[in-house]
Antibody, heavy 116, light 112 residues
Framework: EVQLKESGPGLVQPSQTLSLTCTVS????????VHWVRQPPGKGLEWMGV???????AYNSALKSRLSISRDTSKSQVFLKMNSLQTEDTAIYYC??????????WGQGVMVTVSS | DVVMTQTPVSMSVSLGGQVSISCRSS???????????LSWYIQKPSQSPQLLIY???NRFSGISDRFSGSGSGTDFTLKISRVEPDDLGVYYC?????????FGSGTKLEIK
């Protein structure tokens, strides 16, 4: 069974760095890519970036200067780090798998609130 | 960035009825490889998005044939027939032809 699960702090202070982990099971990170997508409360979906199965990354240019995605294939984990958080970064953060380009299976999401 | 425009913003339908949701892109979604990376998702209340349709008209694993996708270039449609209570939620179209991947703002489907 394909599963993805996000984990990380629920609360981050402004200007601090967000670190999230996506732990996957039921597939290999060397066969499938993993994207990060976020959703502010009551709003739509914003694609943040992707760890391709081959190990390269691509980022949304709007976030590129603050965002880093990495992985540990031995632990089946993909990591997101984003610095200089502001209140507008408050959102549910999802990791999602893709075969090729289209995200298919999604994690349950983790709510991150940026507040002092 | 490719802007995805969905209409209507919300709609109400009777059980057993049929609905169509439109999605238009600001640029052609035909990739250099000939594929068109237009997908549809449903986000049920308090849940994460679920893939319904990929590459315009292909149903994802386990998706009912009540859901069908069509279109080409910049103009796409999702049709839901014989609407059931479990179909309520917000429907999003999304494109993967160009970076960054982008999504429409959503169509909320309510059941009368």
């Amino acid at each position: 069974e394909v599963q993805l699960k996000e984990s990380g702090p629920g609360l981050v202070q402004p200007s601090q760095t967000l670190s999230l982990t996506c732990t996957v099971s039921g597939f290999s990170l060397t066969d499938y890519s993993v994207h990060w997508v976020r959703q502010p409360p009551g709003k739509g979906l914003e694609w943040m970036g992707v760890m391709w199965s081959g190990g390269s990354t691509a980022y949304n240019s709007a976030l590129k200067s603050r965002l880093s995605i990495s992985r540990d294939t031995s632990k089946s984990q993909v990591f997101l780090k984003m610095n200089s958080l502001q209140t507008e970064d408050t959102a549910i953060y999802y990791c999602t798998r893709s075969t090729g380009i289209t995200p298919d299976y999604w994690g349950q999401g983790v709510m991150v609130t940026v507040s002092s | 960035d490719v802007v995805m425009t969905q209409t209507p913003v919300s709609m109400s339908v009777s059980l057993g009825g049929q609905v169509s949701i439109s999605c238009r892109s600001s640029q052609s979604l035909v990739h250099n490889n000939g594929n068109t990376y237009l997908s549809w998702y449903i986000q049920k209340p308090s849940q994460s998005p679920q893939l319904l349709i990929y590459k315009v008209s292909n149903r994802f694993s386990g998706i009912s044939d009540r859901f069908s996708g069509s279109g080409s270039g910049t103009d796409f449609t999702l049709k839901i027939s014989r609407v059931e209570p479990d179909d309520l939620g917000v429907y999003y179209c999304g494109q993967g032809t160009q970076y960054p991947l982008t999504f429409g703002s959503g169509t909320k489907l309510e059941i009368k």
